[in-house]
Every structure is written in C-alpha cells, then in structure tokens.
C-alpha cells in the first residue's frame, strides 16, 4: 500500500499562557496556511530558539493553540543547538530538552519542551481497521536514487486524521525525498 509523504521542518506548539508571553497579551496567532491534518495550520509568527551554544531564527509556529508547548527540531538542529533530545511522540515531554524561545514580546526558557518528533503515520480508526492493521509500527520503502527501508514508523490513529506519513527534514534529506513524494507501507509481522 502506497501512501504520500509529509515533511515537517522544525516548529514550534504553544499554549495559551507562552503565546501571551512571547507575543503579547491576549494574542491570537496570525493562519498563514492549513496543513494537511484536520484544523492544524502554520502561523505568520516566528520565534528563535536559543541555547547555551548556539541559536536558530526564524522557526515556524504552528496552531492551533496546544495544551503543552512543544518544540521540535530535527537531529541536524540539535547538533547545532548542542542539545540531545530524546525521539518522541507529539506530547510526550517528560525528560525531554530545555530550550529558550525568543519571541517579539518576551522569552522563555522551558526544562521540558523539545523533542525530535518520531516518524509517523497519520491515519483514522476506520481506515486502520478497513487496511486490517494488527500493528503500531510499520516500515516505508522509500524509491528513488537514494531509496531504502525506514523502519520504526509509529502508526497515530485519530478519527480526525490526513492518512499520510511524516518525516523530519533529515529523514528527507537522507532519502532525497520531496514533499508529497510516495512511499510504500511495509508490515512486518
């Protein structure tokens, strides 16, 4: 089975409370342009994250308003940053990078707020139940001149989903994969 593939670059996932804070009170961020998922899009807004090392311009907030803030870079980012986050599901913060965010209005310095999203598929419980998935992790094949196997790519089921896989900007890179670009979905079983 084919699916399209998503790429996500670094962004960031805020709460109300650090949107007020960066931004300014009562603010409400700025729809640039919907994403493929349901109700999410990506804002005008722009913050900087910043570390003891180094920092990184211009990165992308993406609403809607979320309630935990999250950051998500890819390894390449974290080298820079000198940060080791840990690879992880959206939400799942708990251990995961300090990192300051530097926006118009103000900063912040969360303990646990960054991670390195795990790749993923996005797909409803009807469809995972009409494809006959008996699993929560599959595998990609990646075609092209660079192609090759992805393997531990987590299945997210939500009725409220875009089927389509996401990969940070090394996992593309690595496979010189474009965006909306098909992979086959591999089960191992």
């Known amino acids: 089975m084919n699916i399209n593939i998503g790429i996500s670059n670094r962004h960031v996932h805020l709460k109300k409370e650090h949107l007020d804070i960066l931004f300014g009170l009562d603010y409400n961020l700025t729809h640039l342009k919907d ?7 990506a804002c005008k807004e722009k ?15 993406l609403g809607p308003i979320r309630p935990y ?5 890819s390894k390449t980012d974290a080298f820079k940053l000198g940060l080791n986050p840990p690879i992880r599901k959206s939400g799942d913060l708990k251990g995961s990078e300090s990192v300051t965010i530097i926006g118009p209005n ?13 790749r993923h598929i996005h797909i409803t419980s009807n469809m995972y139940k009409e494809l ?4 929560n992790e599959v595998s990609l094949k990646i075609g092209g ?16 989903s ?3 896989a996401h990969l940070d900007t090394d996992d593309a890179n690595a496979f010189l994969i474009e965006p909306n670009d098909i992979a086959e979905i591999i089960i191992k079983k």
């Open 35 to 41: 994403i493929n998922q349901p109700g999410q899009f």
């Open 47 to 61: 913050v900087t994250l910043k570390t003891d090392k180094d920092i990184i311009d211009n990165v992308r907030v």
């Open 69 to 73: 803030t999250q950051v998500e870079i």
């Open 106 to 118: 103000g900063t912040l310095t969360l303990d646990e707020c960054c991670i390195i999203a795990d």
């Open 132 to 135: 006959g998935f008996e699993v």
């Open 145 to 160: 001149s660079k192609g090759g196997i992805l393997d531990h790519v987590k299945l997210r089921v939500a009725d409220n």
């Open 162 to 164: 875009y089927f389509e």
